[in-house]
């Protein structure tokens, strides 16, 4: 993916604060597998380097004070991950404005290990997740080596594809959908899952209404779109739970399958239009 390095108050960096532990939800689906894999590292294993392979980008004046560039090894990854985020955010600005509508932005918050936040503390083996309560997206940088490595989707518009589904949720949340989602899962525990694998499916169709705003301005390399289905792929209920435990259960499910999870990127690449990612409607996911 071609991009640039922008100067966005938006985006965050909190690296090397520390926070509490406690677990919150949101997030990917890929906590239970990561601290399955996070205890086979602790039997001998070491932390996985973040080998970006990124290009650099393009220099843009004005960037913001914090960790020298020159003494951050993860600094194309933090700028790659500043640049997606706010391009998403333009494209959900522009199609709020199109309806009428007005957009709040959300901000990134880059952090290390564990994090404080509005819906409480989190260690970074959540993995990335939107908080409602500030409206911010929480992103660890090393959760890129974690796709890399522990669950075989690399590239940069991988991990593209796990930051337009975070600004997704944020989409959800200036729309209601996620607070309707709620009232409905308390309505009815039993459906609790099975909504809960909905709102993710639709957050997944949304990163791909956003990879197609990529497509149209020429900025998708050759492999990008496959990279981003890859990583859709990883992160189905049912690879993480066989990865986990050696079996799957459907009825667990909370942000659906392999195929499932795809399918919606695709919808909303393919459309373009976040109409067409109506999860809640389709008879078939």
Known sequence: MRWRRVD??????RRGAGAGAARIGGGLGVTGVLIYLALQ????????PVDTGFDGGIEAPGQPAGIPPSEDPERDLKDFSGYVFTDAQQTWQETFRREGREYDNAQLVLYQSAVDTACGSATSA???FYCPGDERVYLDLSFYGDMQQQLGAGGDFAWAYVIGHEVGHHVQHELGTSDEVRR????????SNSLSVRLELQADCYAGVWANTVYEQGDLEQGDVQEAMTASEAIGDDRLQRRATGSVDPDSF?????????????EGYRSGDAG?????SADQL
Do not use: M, Y
Request: glycine share 12%; net charge negative; hydrophobic share 30%.
């Open 8 to 13: 966005n108050p938006d985006v965050i960096d």
């Open 41 to 48: 590292l602790l039997g001998g294993g070491e932390a996985f």
């Open 126 to 128: 959540v993995g990335p």
């Open 184 to 191: 409905l899962q308390q309505e009815d525990p039993d459906r």
């Open 254 to 266: 909370t942000h659906g399958s392999s195929e499932q999870r795809r399918r919606w990127f695709e």
């Open 276 to 280: 067409a990612c109506d999860t809640f």
